[in-house]
């Protein structure tokens, strides 16, 4: 199966296999664990057309294992390694809600707010201002705002406008409020312009300031670094004609703030970190438990089962931003990324507090990251003990 369904540079990256796969250093499980874990490591990415993949598997609050595995640039066969950067996509939309509940939490506004108030000079085009939309629409993808992408090449002649003015044209709702689930990377670049609105300062120095920098994330930026940009992965996607891997081309967007962020697998697991203890990475408060409460409980009966139509079960739905399902007596959470010729995952077990990030150079795998996800979870889950409920 193997050798039919695989091409030549799917063969280069299979070599590199479990040679960047560092050591662990907590657990007594995590040996055999990760000896379990590789060959469906390996499936994934021979199946999904992946050339590379970071990965790392958290506990508590800490970092329990990470492992690369394929080529970050199959021309120049240069090995993934934990630190290789990749972009995380629309995982970024998780950290922007805990940056922005930072703000309401502080006193700026209310979650059923109607946005329009906070934004002037900005209007909604075709907004019902009987029927407004709400920060708790734009959390939640019920906002009736599109989808929206509005890419540019890196290395084009033309860029994304100024945030601004991209949502001056281009605000306008193609439903009422809660007609619909429509996933919308539109809402969340408004999101990044209302945290510059209440936050009085601009959006990325905010989010450097209050989630970078707060999670130790030394390796995400919106835009690379010149020390990232020597460990950047080279993004491919599936030429359609031959089904060979190809360079995709690098773009920006309209709505980077949505998602159009670099980093990597350890910097992920940081802010697993955060979400899996309450909001507290390393006695830093970034959100509280009662915020992060709200972060992971579905918002709307109306819209529930699998979330995307591929992840979770028939009571998961979305939270506020966060994915979120109750499996038995315990809270999964979940969000993927994807931007042409990268895709991300992020999982975790609240309970539990084990999680998962993974971050990949291979377009459209979302199958198979949620399905490799889920088999590191369903490794970790007995090896780790519930927490205990809260006592009064």
């Known amino acids: 199966m193997f050798v039919r369904t695989s091409y030549l540079i799917l063969l280069l990256f299979v070599a590199a296999l479990s040679a960047s796969a560092q050591v662990p250093v907590l657990g007594t499980h995590v040996e055999q664990l990760v000896a379990e874990l590789e060959p469906l490591i390996e499936q994934a990415m021979i199946e999904g057309q992946i050339p590379s993949l970071t990965i790392a598997l958290v506990e508590g609050d800490a970092i329990l294992w990470t492992g690369a595995y394929g080529y970050s ?3 120049a066969r240069t090995p993934a390694v934990p630190s290789t950067v990749y972009l995380i ?26 946005v329009r108030t906070y934004i002037d000079p900005l209007v909604i085009a075709g907004e019902d201002l009987k029927n407004p939309v709400t920060f708790r629409h734009l959390l939640t993808h019920t906002s009736g ?19 601004e003015a991209y949502l001056a044209e281009a605000l306008a709702v193609e439903a009422g409020p809660l007609a619909r689930v429509e996933y919308s990377n539109l809402a ?18 905010y989010m450097q300031t209050h989630i970078f920098n707060a999670l130790d994330m030394t390796g995400t930026a919106f835009s690379p670094t010149p020390e990232m940009l020597e460990r950047l992965a080279i993004p491919y996607e599936i030429d359609e004609e031959s089904r060979r891997l190809v360079p995709a081309t690098p773009l920006k967007a309209s709505v980077w703030p949505a998602g159009i962020v670099y980093g990597t697998v350890i910097d992920q697991a940081h802010w697993l970190i955060a979400n899996l203890n309450d909001g507290v990475y ?13 972060m992971m409980t579905r918002q709307y009966e109306a819209f529930k089962g699998p979330v995307a139509e591929l992840w979770g079960s028939e009571e998961a739905g979305y939270g506020l931003a966060w994915w979120t399902d109750r499996r038995g007596d315990e809270t999964y959470f979940a969000h993927s990324g994807s931007v042409p ?33 889920d088999e ?16 009064p």
Do not use: C
Not at 188 to 205: C, H, N, S, T
């Open 73 to 75: 640039n199959l021309w």
């Open 89 to 114: 996509g629309s995982t970024f939309k998780t950290m922007s809600t805990a940056a922005l509940l930072q703000l309401r939490d502080a006193g700026s506004f209310s979650l059923d707010d109607p």
């Open 145 to 163: 705002l599109p989808v929206a992408f509005d890419g540019y090449p890196v290395w084009g002649d033309t860029s994304p406008p100024a945030l």
């Open 188 to 205: 969340f670049a408004l999101v990044g312009y209302l945290i510059e609105k209440q936050a009085r300062m601009p959006y990325r120095e």
């Open 282 to 294: 390393k006695g830093r408060h970034i959100v509280s438990k009662a915020t992060l409460d709200e």
């Open 341 to 373: 010729g990268y895709t991300a995952f992020l999982q975790g077990n609240r309970d539990r507090r084990i999680g998962v990030a993974i971050l990949t150079n291979g377009h459209r795998a979302h199958p198979h990251l949620i399905r490799l996800a």
């Open 376 to 391: 590191a979870m369903g490794m970790l889950h007995p090896l780790a003990t519930p927490e205990p409920p809260d006592t």
